[in-house]
């Protein structure tokens, strides 16, 4: 279903109707542009643990990996060790995968980098956001990644990143509000489509 209305008399993404985290992750924060570096690095490592897995499995476990994470500052997750590695393998609280700890440690190392060259992780990745995009009428509207996803994706592994596919990447855009893809009919979109020109302009001003 396209888009379902709620007991509050709001239509909303199919998708974010049911489930009460869902509701609140769909109302309060998907699609909303952020240009936080802080935000943007959680974002694309929970976008690479949820791989494989559903996106409400990390949204119930977003706490814990928020506060063994070091709250995803890039500079204090880059300075975790070996003894990290295996501390984070043995809390139930979170995805136990090594390769992926592993990815997200050496990724935050790379944030450095980029914010050298750009300015920040924003920066960055706000230059891959496409321009403006038709609503999509339903769900055979949307792809399981577009151009700029794939040219992020590829960039940021020429770069040494990991777990960054063109899948992970624009599930990380459409999150972050690079790319709007809240329903046409969703009461969210036309808040979201205000926050991502608001976001554009202040690049390109």
């Known amino acids: 279903m396209t888009t379902v ?10 998708w974010g109707a049911g489930d009460d985290l869902y509701r609140r992750y769909h109302d309060e924060e998907w699609g909303r542009a952020s240009d936080d570096d802080r935000e943007l690095f959680e974002k694309l490592v929970l976008e690479g643990f949820q791989s494989g897995l ?3 499995t990390i949204l119930r476990k977003r706490e814990r990996f928020r506060e063994v994470f070091a709250g995803f500052e890039p500079e204090d ?3 975790f060790g070996e003894a990290d590695v295996a501390r984070l393998l043995a809390d139930p609280g979170i995805v136990r995968h090594r390769g992926k700890i592993e990815a997200a440690i050496s990724n935050a190392g790379r944030v450095a980098a980029l914010r050298e060259e750009y300015g920040s992780l924003a920066a960055y990745v706000w230059g891959f956001a496409p ?4 609503a999509p009428a339903g769900y055979g509207d949307l792809a399981a990644q577009i151009p700029e996803s794939r040219a992020l ?3 940021l592994k020429r770069r040494g990143w990991r777990f960054v596919g063109p899948t992970t990447v624009y599930a990380f855009m459409q999150a972050m509000g690079l790319v709007n893809d809240h329903m046409a009919g969703c009461w969210a979109r036309a808040e979201c489509e205000g926050l991502r020109r608001t976001v554009l302009a202040g690049r390109t001003g």
């Open 5 to 14: 209305v709620g007991p509050d008399g709001l239509a909303r993404c199919g």
């Open 54 to 56: 559903a996106w409400i």
């Open 77 to 79: 997750v880059a300075g």
């Open 131 to 134: 321009g403006d995009r038709p």
């Open 153 to 155: 994706a590829a960039d």
